[in-house]
């Protein structure tokens, strides 16, 4: 199975006329994604890539029954789109664009928690699901087969590399997850653990982490906690970034020794979680344990 989304996955492109969004609905209807519709104000009554255009998402969700939402709208136009999304009934938006102002980001979690509705993003390359033949944004589908490991990354192009690795090896995902970079965003690698856990067919669940922030060592105290008994495995960017060195990910904030390579490393293996030191290294540790299940 898988986490997120389901076989009753309706989908709807905000944006859907632009350069990225006719681009993106192209490869996501090609994998077999469920795409009911596309909104863009004053392009209603339109067709994309065969798919119905509507002015208002409360029309789209009224006409096609939609839950969900990807938005391939600017970083300016973004909190509106979302707004408008969870207010129409929405219950999962995906949300692509970077550089989504902090504040804007706050106003659309406030929103979405009030809602029942989740956020993934932004600055998401979106989620897929191989079982399902569901993709949601832009993950690369020749990389993926079906199968039983759940994925979590802050990264997107190294969920890729991930994902690529993990099928040349033929280990199988569920679900992979690019969550964004950015320091304020909608689900985290807490929020997402649970739902792996609670998946059946989600028999161990990778954590793709970076240096910055502290999400990484909120997900080992959960671990730790006994809340999570499926195996985990994690690998963490950053390693040879110097002390003190500015990059220029948004999310890669370093406080004391809470954000930074070591720390977290450190957390996540005494949490029990196999770390591999390289990315060549997942597939060994994954077999491993997955032998043991």
């Known amino acids: 199975m898988s986490?997120?989304?389901?076989?009753?996955?309706?989908?709807?492109?905000?944006?859907?006329?632009?350069?990225?969004g006719s681009l993106h609905t192209a490869g996501m209807l090609a994998y077999g994604t469920k795409i009911v519709?596309?909104?863009?104000?004053?392009?209603?009554?339109?067709?994309?890539?065969?798919?119905?255009?509507?002015?208002?998402?409360?029309?789209?969700?009224?006409?096609?029954g939609a839950n969900t939402s990807v938005l391939f709208v600017p970083?300016?136009?973004a909190k509106g789109a979302a707004l408008e999304a969870i207010a129409a009934g929405i219950r999962l938006l995906v949300m692509v664009p970077e550089h989504v102002p902090p504040h804007d980001t706050l106003e659309i979690l406030e929103a979405a928690e009030e809602a029942g509705a989740m956020v993934v993003g932004p600055n998401t390359p979106g989620l897929i699901?191989?079982?399902?033949?569901?993709?949601l944004g832009f993950m690369p589908d020749r990389y993926c087969i079906p199968g039983q490991v759940g994925i979590a990354s802050r990264s997107g192009t190294l969920a890729y590399e991930v994902l690529a690795r993990l099928t040349a090896a033929g280990i199988g995902q569920s679900t992979?997850?690019?969550?964004?970079?950015?320091?304020?965003?909608?689900?985290?690698?807490?929020?997402?653990?649970?739902m792996f856990e609670a998946d059946p067919e989600t028999k161990l669940?990778?954590?793709?982490?970076?240096?910055?922030?502290?999400?990484?060592?909120?997900?080992?105290?959960?671990?730790?906690?006994?809340k999570i008994s499926k195996p985990v495995i994690a690998y963490i960017a950053g390693k040879s970034v110097p002390q003190g060195k500015q990059?220029?990910?948004?999310g890669a904030i370093i406080s004391g020794e809470r954000g930074t390579w070591a720390g977290k490393v450190t957390a996540l293996a005494a949490?029990?979680?196999?770390?591999?030191?390289?990315?060549?290294?997942?597939?060994?540790?994954?077999n491993g344990k997955m032998g043991g299940i």
Do not use: Y
Request: proline residues 7%.
């Open 3 to 20: 986490i997120l989304v389901g076989p009753d996955t309706k989908v709807i492109v905000q944006g859907i006329t632009g350069r990225a």
């Open 37 to 64: 519709g596309g909104v863009r104000p004053g392009a209603g009554g339109e067709e994309v890539n065969g798919v119905p255009v509507w002015n208002k998402v409360k029309a789209a969700v009224a006409e096609t």
């Open 205 to 226: 669940i990778l954590l793709v982490g970076e240096i910055g922030g502290s999400q990484e060592e909120e997900a080992a105290e959960m671990i730790a906690s006994g």
């Open 129 to 135: 699901a191989p079982p399902l033949k569901c993709k």
């Open 271 to 286: 949490s029990g979680v196999g770390v591999a030191k390289t990315l060549g290294e997942l597939p060994g540790l994954i």
């Open 75 to 77: 970083a300016a136009t």
């Open 176 to 194: 992979c997850v690019g969550i964004g970079g950015d320091p304020t965003i909608g689900l985290r690698f807490t929020d997402l653990l649970p």
């Open 247 to 250: 990059i220029g990910h948004a």
